[in-house]
Nanobody
């Protein structure tokens, strides 16, 4: 079993920055993908950014040039640095870990990000 704990959400003005963190614990295989998803009210959950254990990254168009995902493999932590935030970035942000070995995926409890105009 894997547990994911997010932190770093909050209220910020448009143009501001936030850094989200997610710490994973439990039985984690070395090869995995960690990522951030978000869900705004009335909308489906969508990918924000993902990073493999080898460091390959993938970003949604909405965050390219503004968001940066990174990770510490030794500590199983993934970060999302969000700059130039916009009101449309307001959502609950969820951390995700997917084990490549068996395909199992896990979610954190979510952290609220609110961007005021």
């Amino acid at each position: 079993q894997v547990q994911l704990v997010e932190s770093g959400g909050g209220l910020v003005q448009a143009g501001g920055s936030l850094r989200l963190s997610c710490a994973a614990s439990g039985t984690i295989f070395r090869i995995n993908t960690m990522g951030w998803y978000r869900q705004a009210p009335g909308k489906q959950r969508e990918l924000v950014a993902a990073i493999t254990s080898r460091g390959s990254t993938n970003y949604a168009d909405s965050g390219k040039g503004r968001f940066t995902i990174s990770r510490e493999n030794a500590n199983n932590i993934v970060y999302l640095q969000m700059n130039s935030l916009k009101p449309e970035d307001t959502a609950v942000y969820y951390c995700n870990l997917r084990q490549v070995f068996n395909g199992e995926g896990y979610w954190g409890q979510g952290t609220q990000v609110t961007v005021s105009s």
